[in-house]
């Protein structure tokens, strides 16, 4: 094999050295543009680092992307592997011998360089011909100039290891490629491959320095920014905004500015590779609303690069309508494969509109005054309380006595649609014989006015219903909205609530489980089940609702199901809004869940039931959207079934 000499390779770890002294500057630079401290950085996700950061989860939902970027950046650590084993020779160590020699220094690094070629070979193709993703708003630039780079990087490895392999006494097993091609330009070179080897040897590696040094200082910082990001990553999905202290001299009502932001906001800025997943899966953007998620990461990154930290401007620059668009589903947040969370930045900046500026869009507005002066958002209902259980026996809860406490909604209050899945709950409870009751009187959880950005206003009815909860030793709550148990179960604690929120879906399926529910099985029965965003993607709750489905017909899924399902259009404050666009996003929904055939279209949340409910209409006089508990009345098999 032909020797480099001591000195080429001392010179190299040399440059080496330098390039990673410049990528670490690089890095550096980056965390102060995030105002990042050693206070930044909490517990490490390993479980999301491993698997979006390693194993590059998320990416394998586009499969062809995915597989070109397992291939770029396996062959890639395979390539760093090799090298660093290199330096052992000079230390003694036979790196080259025996099996280790084999399937690690040469048939593994040549397998490396083929992934890396077609990888690379891949992304540059793709560039050529961008999907809409990669150019809405704006396309990220450096990408390119980077990838041509790499492309030069490998392609001078093949040459340098073809000219190697050609010198006379050159043993190799493994380097098939570089075999093959040392077979073609061996009648070319003659004796003047060592010199030739020698200057490819150098060429290959000075472009390798290059793309090092460059590295932080281009779009392809995400290598490294990626698998931190998310090691940074919460471990619990949905939208978890920080509480206002309200009893600070100047409390920060929202954000107008980056300066306003949380670290790990500012770092997703940085690490957001403007690929444009978020906008593909908004609901908001592919019906035509005026909100992007890739706009809103790609204008705050460029805001952040040009410094303009305590610019005002940000939140004009993003736009009012845009914001208030978000239905806070979080398809966005699930999509993200370097774990950017561009639903929480849309909510900082809504609480500014809503505490500091008074504004919002009127509709959300009258629901907000509703809330304010009457403890519910439904304006203009001609409803009672308790018109929903008219007719019915039931029991107040009784502190010491009662088990549950049936958690008694606005929305189930208040429209005559939804006040159908309580009176579901009362027969399914008094079937299984459980012990609870409702409050005489009770409010709004208060999730409409934080989601549509009025903490002050969700504070004070969340203080209230946490004083009545504690006043009648509620320990179990029964929610039958996923907006409710969101509320209950994700800020309520925060603010000193103790109790355990259970959803009515999880609730029925245990009882099911528990033989307390005897539902007949209808096999001819198709339902297809619409996952509502506030059970599945904030909180994992997935597979209870199906065993009840399963329990009652065969199951039909959508397309897009469990956490890739498509939202019903009401999360954000969105129920009240004059939905704006090419369609809605209920429409939307209902026409793929009608696709699948079923017989039924089944929910778990008293908003997705509504809205569902609405677009279904359009398409049939028959009633096609139910609760899941509705369905489970209609099976029971005590005679309790209608």
């Avoid at 490490?44 to 499969?63: C, E």
């Avoid at 899941?628 to 209608?642: F, H, K, N, R, Y």
Wanted: aromatic share 10%; charged share 20%.
């Amino acid at each position: 094999m032909y020797d480099i000499g001591v000195v080429n390779y001392a010179i190299l770890t040399v440059l080496l050295i330098a390039a990673g002294l410049a990528l670490v500057l690089g890095l550096r630079d980056i965390l102060r543009r995030t105002a990042a401290d050693r206070a930044s950085f909490g517990r490490v996700n390993w479980r999301s680092f491993f698997f979006r950061g390693v194993l590059l989860s998320r990416l394998f939902k586009r499969p062809a992307s995915g597989i070109a970027h397992a291939l770029l950046f396996y062959g890639a650590l395979l390539e760093i592997f090799g090298h660093a084993a290199y330096a052992l020779s000079f230390v003694g160590v036979p790196v080259y011998s025996g099996w280790f020699g084999f399937y690690v220094m040469e048939l593994g690094r040549e397998l490396g360089g083929i992934a890396m070629l077609l990888g690379i070979l891949f992304f540059l193709l793709r560039r050529s011909m961008p999907p809409e993703r990669l150019t809405v708003g704006k396309a990220r630039r450096g990408f390119v100039a980077m990838e041509i780079l790499l492309l030069l990087v490998i392609v001078a490895g093949f040459v340098a290891e073809a000219v190697r392999l050609a010198l006379p006494d050159a043993l190799t097993a493994g380097e098939f490629l570089g075999r093959a091609a040392a077979h073609v330009v061996r009648p070319l070179g003659g004796e003047l491959f060592g010199d030739s080897y020698l200057a490819m040897w150098w060429f290959h590696g000075l472009l390798g320095l290059t793309f090092i040094v460059l590295i932080a200082r281009t779009p392809m910082s995400h290598m490294l920014l990626g698998p931190i990001n998310s090691a940074l990553a919460r471990r619990r999905p949905g939208v978890m905004l920080p509480p206002v202290d309200f009893d600070a001299e100047e409390p920060v009502l929202g954000a107008e500015k980056l300066a306003d932001l949380p670290f790990k906001i500012r770092f997703d800025f940085e690490a957001c590779l403007w690929c444009g997943r978020c906008h593909e899966v908004c609901p908001a953007a592919q019906t035509g609303k005026p909100l992007s998620p890739k706009k809103i990461m790609l204008t705050c990154a460029e805001f952040q690069k040009e410094g303009r930290i305590d610019d005002p401007s940000l939140i004009d620059a993003l736009g009012e309508e845009a914001l208030f668009s978000c239905t806070s589903c979080m398809a966005c947040v699930e999509e993200c494969p370097v774990s950017n969370d561009p639903a929480e930045v849309i909510m900082h900046f809504r609480r500014r509109f809503v505490m500091d500026r008074s504004k919002m869009p009127e509709v959300m507005a009258s629901a907000n005054r509703n809330l304010e002066s009457r403890g519910h958002p439904f304006v203009g209902t001609s409803a009672n309380r308790d018109d929903w259980r008219r007719g019915l026996d039931v029991p107040f809860f009784e502190p010491g006595k009662t088990e549950y406490l049936l958690w008694i909604g606005c929305s189930v209050a208040f429209e005559e649609r939804a006040q159908q899945v309580a009176r579901a709950m009362v027969r399914i409870l008094n079937t299984a014989g459980l012990s609870w009751g409702i409050l005489k009187e009770s409010r709004c959880t208060g999730d409409p006015a934080k989601m549509m950005g009025n903490e002050l206003l969700f504070v004070e009815l969340a203080q209230a219903n946490i004083e009545d909860f504690q006043q009648a030793q509620v320990g179990q709550v029964i929610t039958m909205c996923a907006h409710c148990f969101n509320s209950f179960d994700r800020y309520y604690p925060e603010l000193g609530a103790n109790w355990q929120t259970i959803p009515h879906t999880v609730l029925i399926d245990r009882l099911i489980r528990e033989g307390k529910l005897s539902v007949k099985r209808d096999a001819t029965q198709k339902i297809t089940f619409h996952d509502p965003c506030y059970l599945g993607r904030h909180n994992d709750i997935m597979d209870e609702p199906r065993s009840v489905v399963a329990a009652l017909g065969e199951l039909v899924e959508m397309p897009r199901n469990r956490k890739d399902s498509f939202c019903c259009g009401a999360g954000g404050g969105n129920y009240w809004s004059r939905e704006a666009g090419t369609a809605r996003i209920s429409d939307v929904r209902v026409a793929e869940a009608l696709d699948t055939g079923a017989d039924k279209i089944a929910t778990s949340c008293s908003f997705c039931l509504l809205m569902l409910g609405s677009s279904s209409a359009k398409h049939t006089e028959q009633r096609k959207v139910f609760d899941l508990a509705e369905i489970v009345v209609e099976s029971l098999q005590d005679g309790t079934g209608t």
